[in-house]
């Protein structure tokens, strides 16, 4: 489970220190932990692969979303493949033509791909102890 840290919490029985943004510092046990720090707690109750899939699908849509406030264009992307918006529209439409490359790329294949492209973005820095 994480934390957010507070005054006399012993943190070092935390194995990660997670800053997401410039919001909260996070102590976490496992990397299981962090996604749930970034998608949120009820990715705990997650019966399954498949339902960690499509959470972590739903942060990673938000947060692509959030990152053109900041003229950031993130694409989802999983197993190699960019997940589609609008799966009733034909890929070939141009809707879905990109005029340039993206400037991120968010993988939500595994929980640790994830973590690591949410590093590579700059929205979370990790640290283990």
Known sequence: MFKIREVGVDPTLMKYIVRLG??????????????????GP??????????????????????????????????????GK???DNYGTDLKDPDYAMEHDPDHVLDITSDESFINTLQEIGLIQLDER
Do not use: H
Not at 22 to 39: C, G, M
Not at 63 to 72: E, G, V
């Open 22 to 39: 410039d919001e909260a510092i996070i102590d976490a046990e496992t990397i299981r932990d962090i996604v749930a720090a970034v998608v």
């Open 82 to 84: 960019q997940i589609q």
């Open 42 to 79: 009820e990715y705990y109750d997650c019966e399954d692969e498949l339902d960690d899939w499509n959470m972590r699908l739903r942060a990673g849509r938000n947060l692509s979303m959030q990152m053109l406030q900041f003229d950031k264009e993130v694409i989802v992307i999983a197993d």
